[in-house]
C-alpha cells in the first residue's frame, strides 16, 4: 500500500537524515502527524530559527549562533586543537581538560572520497598560526586511516611554522570516532598527547 503523498514527502524528507531508514521515517511522519498542531508548529520553528541563525564561528570553524562563538572569546588562543566535525569539540569539552580553543576541519582527507586540501579549512588553520601568538597545535582527528593522513599532513605544514604539533595519545580505539569516545579516555587521550 501506497500513502498519500503529504506523508510521502514527508517520509522521504526524514529518510535523508544519516540513519534513518523508510521504516523509521515513517514512524517519525506518523508522530507528527499524530501531534498537537501547536507541537507541529514548534517542531518546524525550531527548524527553521536552526537555519537561520546557526552558522560557522569565524574563528574556529564550530557552530554558533553569533559571529565569534563563546570557546574563540574566552579562552587559550596560543594552544589550537583541530577536530575534524563540530561533534568533536562537544565530546572533548565534556572531559573539561581542554582549555584552550578550537578549529573544526569538517572532514578530513581522503584521496578515495575525492577530499582533498582545499576541500577543508585546513587554509583557515594556517592563517591563524600566520597571524601568531600559537604555540600549540594539538590533532585529535580520528585514529582511522583518513584522520592519520590529515594529522600527518597538518604536522607537516605546521612545524615549519615554529608551532608544536602533538597528537593526542593513543587511549582511543583505533578506527573510532570522537563523538563516542567516553569523557574519561579522551581526557586521557588529551593529557598524554605526543609530538608528531
Known amino acids: 500500500m501506497e500513502y498519500i503523498e503529504p506523508i510521502s514527502r514527508l517520509i522521504a524528507e526524514f529518510s535523508k537524515l544519516p540513519g534513518v531508514g523508510k521504516k523509521t521515517a515513517a514512524r517519525y511522519a ?7 498542531l501547536e507541537s507541529a508548529e514548534n517542531f518546524c520553528d525550531a527548524i527553521m530559527k536552526l537555519k537561520e541563525s546557526v552558522r560557522l564561528c569565524k574563528e ?3 557552530y554558533t549562533d553569533q559571529e565569534v562563538c563563546d570557546i574563540c572569546k574566552t579562552r587559550d ?6 577536530v575534524k566535525e563540530p561533534r568533536d569539540v562537544i565530546a572533548l569539552e565534556k572531559t573539561k581538560s581542554f582549555g584552550g580553543v578550537y578549529h573544526v576541519l569538517h572532514g578530513h582527507l581522503s ?13 583557515e588553520l594556517l592563517e591563524r598560526i600566520q597571524a601568531g601568538g600559537v604555540k600549540e597545535v594539538i590533532i585529535a582527528t580520528g585514529t582511522d586511516q583518513a584522520g592519520e593522513a590529515t594529522a600527518l599532513y597538518i ?3 605546521v612545524k615549519p611554522l615554529g608551532v608544536k604539533a602533538t597528537r593526542i595519545a593513543r ?3 583505533s578506527g573510532s570516532n570522537l563523538e563516542y569516545t567516553d569523557e574519561a579516555t579522551l581526557s586521557r587521550a588529551l593529557t598524554d598527547r605526543k609530538e608528531i
Open 77 to 82: 588562543k596560543s594552544v589550537i586543537c583541530v
Open 111 to 123: 584521496p578515495i572520497e575525492g577530499i582533498g586540501v582545499s576541500d577543508i579549512r585546513i587554509k
Open 30 to 36: 506518523f508522530s507528527v502527524i499524530n501531534m498537537p
Open 155 to 157: 604536522a607537516m605544514l
Open 60 to 62: 574556529c570553524g564550530n
Open 171 to 173: 587511549g582511543l580505539p
